[in-house]
């Protein structure tokens, strides 16, 4: 038995090897015209097929122009990646900020993976932003700290500029807006740089700082923990621990584990998705940092919250949003049934183009095999709950989500004022929590012009399709999501009442602008006569 089982798992790493091998050749070799033009002719016809507002912003008109000239400029044989920088520009103008066109990446056997696992490349180190037309190194979880508050100029033979004015044209926001651009392409730089170059051992980079330009060479190197030096006179005698130093010790544990997880720990960047403060000793002004809505459970974090605002009888609350792209409507809809001063409707029936949505999802064609099968065996009570769900009114498909019933505040809500705190990377659900603070005229709103729409956006659930001879793989909502208040011109974000745009020279000395404002005014009407 022993034997055969070794010899299934010598056939799997065989099939393995040989399907990545396969693979990588077919995103490298050159793909013929005919080919190409195809990929297109059938990205188009899954966007026709699936997205229920393709033309919202854009007319069948001009989208057609864009996929035909696409396919018309096509003349000669190119590999995925390059077909991947003529594709997303042409998605791009869609303008529906949750479609996105994944590069082609090269795979990896086991062993490859294994010792990728054990270095780290520097680059990826470097924290970017992009303010006033430049770009600059934010931070840097490396070792050389001198390159922080550098603006970078050349990527080897690119510049900057020609870098960020390809990189903009590859995604879009919701609309017209621009917002979302300039700061994701800043805060998401190595990403866009990965997919337009690929896998890189070195790169050369040139800075400029204090009037003075230097190139630094960026590698691929051991990480620290696999390059520590371990002296082998030192010898580490085991701290004995008394019966109740041990159990102390694993109650520490257990309340930092459950801190994290109500949280929301991000081990990558040491942060926590859900942070909350009160501004100052008397409680007057609480702070609620909100990095997205995705990551953990969510219910105890904003219960305990808002018990603590509701005991402290609070008067200010800051709500950031800032950086927040989004996440579950579960936890916006949980979270504002704290914020809503009256009865509401969290969410209107969403637009769709199929009976059976989740179904479509679900059988996309990277789905794998199992879950195929698996989502086979269920399929009939998929599809009688999605029939349930789906009606058909004007000549159009709406799934009702239980978002769209009517509901009361919580009884603990906060009644007093808010500011929320916006930018450009605010999208999707926290544009639309947005939308209902400032449609209800709830809050004050502090920043600029978030990247999602005001009125709804295509997400809820997402078909990913691998076209078939490049394997570029692209993400389409499946859903127009949106909440029961609208504005005219459609097409943007929620605009800030008050507009505050941070310097470089702010990100740099972490100076808060748009939160010391508030503070300002906080501190201006407490102190009014």
């Known amino acids: 038995m022993k034997n055969v089982m070794l010899f299934i798992s010598f056939l799997l790493l065989l099939a393995s090897c040989?399907?990545?091998?396969?693979?990588?050749?077919?995103?490298?070799?050159?793909?013929?015209?005919?080919?190409?033009?195809?990929?297109?002719?059938?990205?188009?016809?899954?966007?026709?097929?699936?997205?229920?507002?393709?033309?919202?912003y854009s007319s069948k008109e001009i989208l057609d122009f864009k996929f035909d000239s696409l396919k018309n400029a096509i003349t000669e044989p190119m590999d995925s990646r390059e077909f991947y920088k003529k594709l997303a520009p042409v998605v791009s103008y869609v303008k529906q900020g949750h479609i996105s066109v994944g590069s082609a990446n090269?795979?990896?056997?086991?062993?490859?993976?294994?010792?990728?696992?054990?270095?780290?490349?520097?680059?990826?180190?470097?924290?970017?932003?992009?303010?006033?037309?430049?770009?600059?190194?934010?931070?840097?979880?490396?070792?050389?700290?001198?390159?922080?508050?550098?603006?970078?100029?050349?990527?080897?033979n690119d510049s900057i500029s020609n870098l960020i004015?390809?990189?903009?044209?590859?995604?879009?926001?919701?609309?017209?807006?621009?917002?979302?651009?300039?700061?994701?392409?800043?805060r998401y730089f190595s990403s866009f740089y990965f997919k337009?170059?690929?896998?890189?051992?070195?790169?050369?980079?040139?800075?400029?700082?204090?009037?003075?330009?230097?190139?630094?060479?960026?590698?691929?190197?051991?990480?620290?923990?696999?390059?520590?030096?371990?002296?082998?006179?030192a010898v580490s005698k085991p701290i004995k621990l008394t019966k109740s130093e041990k159990k102390a010790s694993k109650l520490a544990i257990k309340q930092k584990?459950?801190?994290?997880?109500?949280?929301?720990?991000?081990?990558?960047?040491?942060?926590y998705t859900r942070n909350f403060r009160f501004m100052e000793a008397d409680s007057t002004v609480a702070y609620m940092n909100l990095r997205s809505f995705t990551n953990g459970p969510y219910r105890k974090f904003y219960r305990k919250s808002f018990q603590k605002l509701d005991s402290a009888k609070t008067k200010h609350l800051v709500l950031d949003l800032r950086n927040n792209g989004g996440g579950r409507i579960s936890e916006i809809n949980y979270l504002y049934s704290y914020l809503a001063t009256?009865?509401?409707?969290?969410?209107?029936?969403?637009?769709?183009?199929?009976?059976?949505?989740?179904?479509?999802?679900?059988?996309?064609?990277t789905t794998p095999n199992s879950l195929k099968a698996l989502s086979g065996m269920v399929s009939p009570l998929v599809v009688i709950h999605n029939l349930i769900k789906t009606k058909?009114?004007?000549?159009?498909?709406?799934?009702?989500?239980?978002?769209?019933?009517?509901?009361?505040?919580?009884?603990n809500h906060f009644t007093g004022d808010m500011y929320v705190l916006i930018n450009g990377n605010s999208f999707s659900a926290s544009s639309l929590i947005s939308t209902h603070l400032q449609a209800t005229k709830r809050a004050v709103f502090v920043g600029e012009e978030t990247g999602g729409a005001y009125n709804g956006t295509v997400s809820g659930i997402y078909k990913i399709y691998e076209?078939?001879?490049?394997?570029?793989?692209?993400?389409?909502?499946?859903?127009?999501?949106?909440?029961?208040?609208?504005?005219?011109?459609?097409?943007?974000?929620?605009?800030?009442?008050?507009?505050?745009?941070?310097?470089?020279e702010d990100v740099f000395l972490k100076k808060d602008v748009e939160l010391d404002w508030v503070l300002n005014s906080i501190n201006e009407k407490e102190n009014k006569p």
């Open 196 to 233: 337009d170059k690929g896998f890189m051992d070195s790169l050369q980079i040139s800075f400029k700082k204090n009037d003075s330009i230097f190139t630094k060479t960026f590698k691929r190197i051991l990480k620290d923990d696999s390059t520590k030096k371990v002296d082998s006179n």
């Open 106 to 156: 090269k795979r990896y056997t086991r062993k490859e993976s294994k010792k990728l696992k054990k270095q780290k490349f520097e680059f990826y180190d470097l924290d970017f932003d992009y303010q006033q037309s430049k770009l600059w190194v934010k931070g840097n979880k490396g070792k050389d700290s001198s390159i922080v508050g550098s603006e970078v100029v050349k990527i080897e």
């Open 165 to 186: 004015r390809a990189y903009k044209n590859r995604f879009s926001s919701d609309g017209y807006n621009a917002t979302l651009h300039d700061r994701s392409v800043g």
């Open 342 to 365: 009256k009865e509401y409707q969290f969410l209107e029936d969403s637009e769709v183009n199929s009976r059976t949505p989740f179904l479509t999802a679900a059988m996309s064609n």
């Open 467 to 504: 076209l078939p001879n490049t394997k570029l793989k692209v993400r389409m909502g499946l859903m127009h999501v949106d909440a029961p208040y609208k504005q005219t011109p459609d097409g943007y974000g929620v605009k800030p009442d008050v507009t505050i745009l941070p310097t470089w």
């Open 18 to 56: 040989k399907s990545v091998k396969n693979y990588n050749a077919q995103i490298t070799n050159l793909h013929a015209v005919a080919d190409l033009q195809k990929d297109v002719d059938k990205l188009y016809s899954q966007l026709q097929k699936h997205h229920p507002r393709l033309y919202q």
């Open 392 to 411: 058909k009114r004007d000549g159009k498909l709406y799934y009702r989500f239980k978002y769209t019933k009517l509901k009361s505040p919580k009884p």
């Open 257 to 271: 584990r459950k801190f994290n997880k109500k949280h929301g720990f991000i081990a990558e960047t040491k942060n």
